[in-house]
């Protein structure tokens, strides 16, 4: 074992914890370790100097991930892979002859009126699997007992959980990703940040034409989440739009169908540094922070990625090719929240296993761990989705 004297350096931060010194540049390289990749088995006492270091304490990384996406995993079925959905389309008033009657007119009750009803079927399916393999008589070897190989082989067991519960982190955000680009795309040709759609709600444009007087200077989107009158303003027409949702009607879908979302089937996601901002810059210093609060949500760090440096321009973007025939990906940033219909995006039917091979050449186990599952998106369900962006220059 390495062992560093370091008397120099504590009286050293003795003298800056004690007032008696200015902050000083510390070397701490000696202090430190940041642990080898391999341990040197050259290491040895120091005292003899021939007797190898042995391991003192093992720590397994077995921290188990629960994941933190939004709730939007639904049912499973053992048989059958279609997910069927029905609905039928409001019906027409007509005259109420009653109230018309003529004299020797004859009234026919045995007209057909045949409903009209729309059928969907949804019937694709995503898959993937991670194989490890796993042995213990090669492995028995490292370990001083049979606990720390049971506690070495289940941090194997959680490395796979983990894997698996991030990779099906992602395929819910893209399913939620692809409603919001489906429904940026349906509501704009051109530029997102010119102005704002009935379903994709440009904040900022709208809060610039509202509060902004002409000649001054507009706000940006990159400043937009830290103003408190922003957040206000925010706040106000996403309320409002948790209400219009409610009443029954053909604006918030891309279909165009009647359609209308109780408070119990709507889910509302939010990005979460709009809604740390909002805490932090509007509700922390206001009294009645009831009138003022943002809807209750789930929050989502990112949409897509975290990018490099979880910069606003990474974690609010979202770059989706909709399509197979698209030249090119729809892509949108500032991207704040959406509100949904349960009915408009899910993952649903998920098949999750296990199975086994054993080489008996090998003296080794495989485990083929599997995941299938189906997700959609139904357009003709509501979804509202809330962004800022900035016109194009």
Known sequence: MKVE????????????ILGESV????????VVDVGVAIFNASDVDNYVKKLVDRIGRVVFVNRPY???????????????????????????????EAWN???GASYDPNVFVQPSVTVKFFNKKFTYEIDMSFTEMQVKESFTSASQLNSFLSMLYNAVDKSM?????????RTINYMIASTVKDDFVGDPGAGSGVKAINLLYLYNQKFTPAGEAALTADKAITSPEFIRFAAYTMGLYENRMRRISKLFNIEGKDR????????????NDFKAAANAYL???????EFTRLPEAETVPYWQGSGTAYAFADVSKISVKLNESDANATTISGVLGIMFDRDALGVCNQDRRVTTNYNPKGEFYTNFYKFDASAFVDPSEQAVVFFVADPAV
């Open 101 to 103: 009657l003529q004299n």
């Open 66 to 96: 629960s994941g933190v996406v939004p709730s939007v995993l639904m049912d499973a079925w053992e048989f059958g892979s279609v997910l069927e959905k029905i609905s039928a389309d409001l019906p027409e008033a007509v005259e109420n």
């Open 23 to 30: 902050i000083l540049a510390e070397d701490l390289s000696n």
């Open 283 to 289: 509700q922390s210093d206001t009294f009645h922070d």
């Open 165 to 173: 519960t991030v990779k099906i982190d992602g395929l819910i955000m």
């Open 260 to 271: 209308f979302t109780p408070s119990d089937l709507l889910h509302i996601v939010l990005l």
């Open 5 to 16: 004297q370091v008397y120099s350096l504590v009286n050293d931060i003795t003298k800056e």
